[in-house]
Nanobody
Framework: QVQLVESGGGLVQSGRSLRLSCAAS????????MGWYRQAPGQQRELVAH???????YYANSVRGRFTISRDNAKNTMYLQMNSLKPEDTAVYYC?????WGQGTQVTVSS
């Protein structure tokens, strides 16, 4: 049984930073995909960023240049460094590793 535990969400003012973490526990043999998604109220879940096994990354246009995805393979942990946060970044953020999802963590950015 694989579980993903997220941490690092919270309430911040516009322009500040947050770092989200997602740690995997259980038997996960090989992680080929790590991604961060978010879902704002009334909106569909959207991909924010991902990193795949060869190290290549993808960022949504709305976060490129502000957010950075990274991973620590030894710890089965991934991160999302979020800088210059904007109110429109407010959402529940979910991590995904292979086919597994985290429970979500709330990020709220006040203006």
């Amino acid at each position: 049984q694989v579980q993903l535990v997220e941490s690092g969400g919270g309430l911040v003012q516009s322009g500040r930073s947050l770092r989200l973490s997602c740690a995997a526990s259980g038997s996960i043999f090989s992680i080929y995909y790590m991604g961060w998604y978010r879902q704002a109220p009334g909106q569909q879940r959207e991909l924010v960023a991902h990193i795949i096994s060869d190290g290549s990354t993808y960022y949504a246009n709305s976060v490129r240049g502000r957010f950075t995805i990274s991973r620590d393979n030894a710890k089965n942990t991934m991160y999302l460094q979020m800088n210059s946060l904007k109110p429109e970044d407010t959402a529940v953020y979910y991590c995904k590793m292979n086919e597994y999802w985290g429970q979500g963590t709330q990020v709220t950015v006040s203006s």
